[in-house]
T-cell receptor, first 117, second 116 residues
Framework: AQSVTQLGSHVSVSEGALVLLRCNYS??????LFWYVQYPNQGLQLLLK??????LVKGINGFEAEFKKSETSFHLTKPSAHMSDAAEYFC???????????????FGKGTLLTVNP | GAVVSQHPSRVICKSGTSVKIECRSL??????MFWYRQFPKQSLMLMAT?????????EQGVEKDKFLINHASLTLSTLTVTSAHPEDSSFYIC????????????FGPGTRLLVL
């Protein structure tokens, strides 16, 4: 079974500071990994995804994440935080072999990012 | 880009009534749709997976007769919460997977259900 662990349920940074949100996964096969962002009372928006191509993945809004197989990690970073980045961030893993062609997602518990002026 | 809508965005109902939530893929055909439930300050929990034209597959612990799912077309799936009770109050989110683009799910904006 696959699982996702997001270290830190709440991360607070100053505007302009580096954002680092941690995600570790477990999977019996090479996984597909995703980061989603959720603004209050809204659905999830895909930030970026890793699907076995380049290990450094660039996403929207200046975010990027690096897949490190040896560390089973897929941490999300952004060099300079904006106030508009304040939201809940979810890491998710999909086992390409799970559920036939349905590719179910397993989500981490989420990390709330607050950005201080 | 791929857009998924949900209706209604918010619903309040009395205990014992049934509530239907619609999930639509607006600009693509969704061969598979997923229904999630999210409790406050918690992650998304997959409830069921529906494939167009076939019965939904429910996750362990999710009552089929309680949460009826219909995926009658490639752009519409519905979730009906039958005989709703206060403990069913939650944020329900659907997602849709585009045929041929298997790895990415596009999420709807969610439906807030409050059962009084």
């Amino acid at each position: 079974a696959q699982s996702v662990t997001q270290l830190g349920s709440h991360v607070s940074v100053s505007e302009g500071a580096l954002v680092l949100l941690r995600c570790n996964y477990s999977s019996s096969v090479p996984p597909y990994l995703f980061w989603y962002v959720q603004y209050p009372n809204q659905g999830l928006q895909l930030l970026l995804k890793y699907t076995s191509a380049a290990t450094l993945v660039k996403g929207i809004n200046g975010f990027e994440a690096e897949f490190k197989k040896s560390e089973t990690s897929f941490h999300l970073t952004k060099p300079s935080a904006h106030m508009s980045d304040a939201a809940e961030y979810f890491c998710a893993v999909s086992d390409p072999d799970s559920g036939g062609s349905n590719y179910k997602l397993t989500f981490g518990k989420g990390t709330l990012l607050t950005v201080n002026p | 880009g791929a857009v998924v809508s949900q209706h209604p965005s918010r619903v309040i109902c009395k205990s014992g009534t049934s509530v239907k939530i619609e999930c639509r893929s607006l600009d693509f055909q969704a061969t598979t749709m997923f229904w999630y439930r999210q409790f406050p300050k918690q992650s998304l929990m997959l409830m069921a997976t529906s494939n167009e034209g076939s019965k939904a597959t429910y996750e362990q612990g999710v009552e089929k007769d309680k949460f009826l799912i219909n995926h009658a077309s490639l752009t519409l799936s519905t979730l009906t919460v039958t005989s709703a009770h206060p403990e069913d109050s939650s944020f329900y989110i659907c997602s849709a997977k585009e045929g041929g683009r298997w790895e990415t799910q596009y999420f709807g904006p969610g439906t807030r259900l409050l059962v009084l």
